[in-house]
């Protein structure tokens, strides 16, 4: 018995416009599911290349400061060279005017010059030669100045002269 003229067919619960929209819906889900499995991973690449730039700045602030300990070792280097340049030519010209305080009758056969003291040991030809020549440029120069002379056999006399500044 047929009550219809035209042949049934088959019908699914799911409508075929509800199928549509499930399988967009399921597409959708699996695009933010698989995005956010993504980002995830994006994520940690970034904490990754963070933690290794950290360490590369930790490195680089080290170099840093090594560098300016060489730097401020340099810079100490340099004002004692320069301190020393300075000493070096004072000292010279303190030389070279001793040199020059020294008359061509005395012969002078030891200089001993520290900081604050001058020795000489020398021959001169007579105890007022010494005193007049060489002696008060000496006194003049530093605070005490004492000599002590021994005779030779030809009538000359060997000096020890010790001169000193007093300490101020």
Known sequence: MKYSFTQPFPKSIISYLTKIWL??????????????????IKADTFKATKNMLDTQIDTQDE???T???????LNYELKLDNLNKYY??????????????????ITI?????????????GIT???ETY???????????????RVDY???PNGWYNFTSISTLDEK
């Open 23 to 40: 399988f967009y819906i399921i597409l959708s889900v699996g695009m933010i599911y698989l995005n956010g499995i993504y980002l995830n």
């Open 63 to 65: 170099n840093i400061n």
């Open 67 to 73: 560098v300016n300990i060489h730097t401020n070792r």
């Open 88 to 105: 070096n030519n004072e000292l010279k010209d303190a030389i070279i005017k001793l040199f020059s305080l020294i008359p061509d009758q």
């Open 109 to 121: 056969t030891y200089i001993e010059l520290e900081e604050k003291k001058l020795v000489l040991k």
């Open 125 to 127: 030809p007579s105890r």
């Open 131 to 145: 005193s007049f020549l060489l002696q008060a440029p000496l006194k003049s120069i530093f605070n005490t100045s």
């Open 150 to 152: 021994f005779p030779l």
